[in-house]
């Protein structure tokens, strides 16, 4: 049965740190598949943007909990984008609830037409909550850790794709060492490669002032890179890059402007990841 351990936001290490916990737990595994890479780039680039090290969880995140902590940083508009979040969330689980239950297939693609709908306007939000700046606090009492490295010393995306290989690594042999495959995937992202857009799906997937434009075009490079120069001592870990998956692919493959997929993206995707998954269990 899968068990999806996959959240909003998640970069490493946290899938590294979650996957250990779940290890500790004694949860066992047949197989276990981390698809990532748009993460790993983008928000730790707000990271340090906003003065947070890439290693924590996103700022994106970070600064919804600080602002419910500290409540005196939030401001109207931020208040108002969370309800607005908050609704479509609701209105996303209601119909869900409704796919499960209806019988007739004429609803179910009317109700899945609108949850399409809901969820691009929750990511939407998301963004745009994410981009509102926070009152000024008079005292914090939520702290998070400060870059360690200053930055010059050494390139931001340089570290965040050692930060990146290394929590792959952890979980490769942490994996390895019970004997469960661990399948990797560096996923699409429309600001890299070489797609050709349509027009109406370039209206929707690009957006030059994207947040997570900046560090997907900077960040990708440096992931690639360090694909390319796996050590030895990787010790047979293997990660997939499906940065050009939709290249060649003539019909719409997102449905923003960060990194979501229509359903022809997920079926895409879906096969570059079977493909992994039974080269790593070739008894399959």
């Not at 609108?114 to 998301?126: C, G, H, M, T």
């Not at 990146?164 to 979980?171: D, E, F, N, P, Q």
């Not at 661990?182 to 370039?202: C, I, K």
């Not at 293997?238 to 960060?258: G, K, L, N, S």
Request: charge should be negative; aromatic fraction near 8%.
């Amino acid at each position: 049965m899968p068990l999806c351990l996959s959240h909003e936001g998640y970069k490493q290490p946290q899938q590294a740190l979650l996957l250990t916990y779940f290890l500790l737990r004694g949860q066992r595994f047949d197989l276990v598949i981390n698809i990532d890479g748009l993460n790993e780039v983008a928000l730790a680039g707000l990271n340090d943007e906003r003065g947070v090290d890439v290693s924590m969880p996103s700022v994106m995140h970070l600064d919804g909990l600080r602002d419910l902590i500290d409540g005196t940083t939030l401001t109207p508009e931020k208040v108002q984008s969370l309800a607005a979040i908050d609704a479509h969330r609701q209105r996303m689980n209601a119909v869900a609830a409704w796919l499960s239950r209806t019988p007739f297939a004429s609803v179910f693609v009317v109700l899945e037409r609108y949850y399409r709908i809901e969820e691009a306007r929750y990511q939407a939000e998301r963004v745009r909550f994410a981009a509102l700046p926070s009152a000024r606090a008079a005292g914090q009492s939520a702290l998070f850790v400060t870059p360690s490295i200053p930055r010059g010393e050494k390139p931001l995306y340089d570290e965040i794709a050692g930060l990146w290989l290394r929590g792959s690594l952890t979980m490769h042999d942490a994996l390895a060492a019970q004997g469960v495959p661990y399948v990797h995937v560096l996923q699409p992202n429309q600001y890299v490669g070489s797609r050709r857009f349509g027009t109406d799906e370039a209206r929707i997937a690009l957006n030059p002032d994207s947040p997570f434009k900046r560090g997907a075009e900077h960040g990708y490079p440096r992931l690639t890179a360090a694909l390319g120069a796996l050590p030895v001592s990787a010790g047979g870990l293997r990660i997939v890059d499906a940065t050009h998956a939709f290249d060649t692919e003539p019909a719409p493959v997102y449905v923003d402007d960060c990194c979501h997929y229509t359903a022809r993206g997920n079926e895409i995707l879906a096969d570059v990841v079977l493909g992994a998954a039974l080269a790593s269990r070739p008894e399959w």
